[in-house]
């Protein structure tokens, strides 16, 4: 409201306060105060006039006042709003900027498929229009103690001035990022009690890069993995705003597409490969008996027609060797379909019916061993037989499988044994079958994948020939039966596969008719 004071020596309000003692130094004997209101009625702040005599400001003074304090408040408003409409312009641009700024990083990002110059322009675009003195993406490379992380590029400076320090760990500053947490933003990282906590250096290691502004940014895929993190330094106080910190947020998460995409381009091309190299070995796998049954049709004939007569032991073991020739494709030919048709999702069609075990891997182990030459192929049994309601040509497969492995992958002969014995638990009794062998033996890396569609371990994949697709076959159909598969194997020193089967189908009503896991 206003207020009048015609004599502040005499102002009750103002008695022993700091503002009289202040008034009276500067010689003010009266004063007047309207205050400023916008339109919309919130207080700008006032008008004051001030005389050096005692004075009552006449009611057309009062009025006059009361006019230059609605212009002051107009003129303020008015002064005010130019002021929101330009920062509002301002901010506008910026925004437009960004976007385009964004658009064309997201455009050059997106038409990068190889992983490591993907990578290199996103953390050379972000370091660039943060302003930094340099920017590091780093790849989440975990050991197992959780907290190994593997420098992957480096922009602004050579990557020799990273060369001779550890790579970022698991600290409290850096943790945050690494675990996907949020960003960090720190106008001196000197001040931010999470700096220097931790051994062995308590902050920057000797003749590191000076990092006072730091900025750090996660880079999520859209499954919600931690791919990696943005850092960012520069040796000033204060220099990434918040400007910087959305530019530098929206490239970290166009390059988490583009890395996602990447990636998904690389498997495929992975996929490409397997594909060409298991359609090479299955194409080889079916030249070869049909070669032999070419050929032995082909001199059969050739005999005919020459002499007219044909030795009949001759004859017979020609066509026994057609027989199993054409068998072979023919099993060949089923196992490839069933793995088509497991891989759209159609269940096989178990024709189950009791089946003796013992007796399935006895005869498989005598079909392999003429071919197996130098290899010695045993079969163990705890029991003289062990049936159960089985599929018997899908097992029989299984078995092929297995065995035809530990010959193929035993280049240098040595002991095959099959071991079937009964197991009991609470879920009821089942059946188990190991196939051990004293070859090649599975590479670490490769035993997680060892049952996966066109996967072979890597110490043979150049030197054997094989289709990639026996173990998957075998899984699958084991898994049809409710049963399951495993490896145990140590390279240089052979295999154990085990299959356990339970001996009656689950009683759920769809063991047959489910997707195999994996």
């Not at 070419?294 to 032991?313: F, I, N, W």
Request: glycine letters at 10%.
């Amino acid at each position: 409201e206003r207020v009048v004071v015609p004599d502040i020596r005499a102002c009750d309000f103002l008695a022993g306060t700091a503002g009289l003692a202040a008034y009276v130094q500067a010689g003010i004997h009266a004063a007047q105060s309207t205050p400023l209101f916008s339109r919309g009625g919130s207080l700008l702040g006032m008008i004051s006039t001030h005389w050096r005599e005692p004075h009552e400001p006449a009611e057309r003074d009062l009025q006059l006042l009361d006019v230059l304090a609605r212009q002051a408040a107009d003129l303020i408003e008015r002064r005010h709003a130019e002021a929101e409409r330009a920062a509002l312009l301002v901010r506008e641009r910026e925004a437009r900027t960004e976007a385009e700024t964004l658009v064309q990083v997201g455009q050059a990002l997106s038409g990068e498929l190889e992983l490591e110059a993907l990578i290199q322009a996103a953390t050379d675009a972000a370091t660039q229009l943060s302003g930094a003195q340099f920017g590091a993406f780093f790849y989440n490379v975990v050991n197992q103690q959780g907290e190994s992380y593997m420098l992957y590029t480096l922009s602004g400076v050579p990557r020799a001035a990273f060369a001779g320090y550890p790579m970022p760990r698991n600290t409290s500053l850096f943790g945050v990022t690494f675990r996907g947490e949020g960003i960090v933003r720190i106008d001196d990282v000197r001040a931010d009690p999470r700096f220097g906590r931790n051994a062995p250096y308590f902050g920057l290691p000797p003749g590191h890069l000076p990092v006072v502004s730091f900025l750090a940014v996660p880079v999520i895929s859209r499954s919600g993995e931690v791919l990696g993190g943005l850092f960012f330094g520069h040796a000033e106080p204060g220099m990434f705003t918040e400007r910087a910190e959305r530019l530098v947020t929206g490239i970290a998460a166009q390059a988490a597409i583009a890395i996602d995409n990447a990636r998904l381009f690389e498997q495929a091309q992975q996929a490409l490969h397997a594909r060409d190299a298991f359609l090479a070995a299955a194409a080889h796998d079916l030249k070869s008996p049909l070669t032999t049954v070419k050929g032995l049709s082909q001199l059969l004939r050739r005999r005919v027609s020459g002499s007219g007569e044909l030795d009949t032991a001759r004859l017979l073991s020609g066509l026994a060797t057609i027989d199993a020739g054409v068998t072979t494709v023919a099993a060949q030919i089923d196992e490839l379909q069933d793995v088509a048709r497991l891989q759209l999702g159609q269940p096989l069609s178990l024709q189950r019916q009791p089946t003796d075990l013992v007796l399935l891997a006895r005869q498989a182990a005598a079909t392999h061993r003429l071919p197996a030459g130098h290899h010695r192929i045993q079969v163990e049994a705890a029991e003289a037989a062990l049936v159960g309601q089985w599929d018997p040509v899908r097992l029989k497969r299984v078995l092929d499988n297995l065995l035809g492995n530990a010959v193929k992958y035993s280049p240098d002969g040595g002991a095959i044994t099959v071991t079937v014995t009964r197991e009991a638990d609470a879920a009821g009794d089942r059946a188990m079958l190991a196939v051990r062998d004293q070859g090649l033996g599975i590479p670490a890396a490769d035993l997680p994948r060892v049952f996966e569609r066109f996967h072979r371990g890597t110490n043979v994949s150049s030197q054997i020939a094989g289709s990639g697709i026996g173990l998957t076959s075998a899984r699958w159909i084991v898994q049809q039966h409710g049963g399951s598969i495993a490896v145990e194997s140590r390279e240089g020193a052979g295999s154990t596969f085990t299959v356990r089967l339970p001996l009656e189908p689950p009683n759920d009503g769809t063991p047959d008719a489910r997707e195999p896991a994996g």
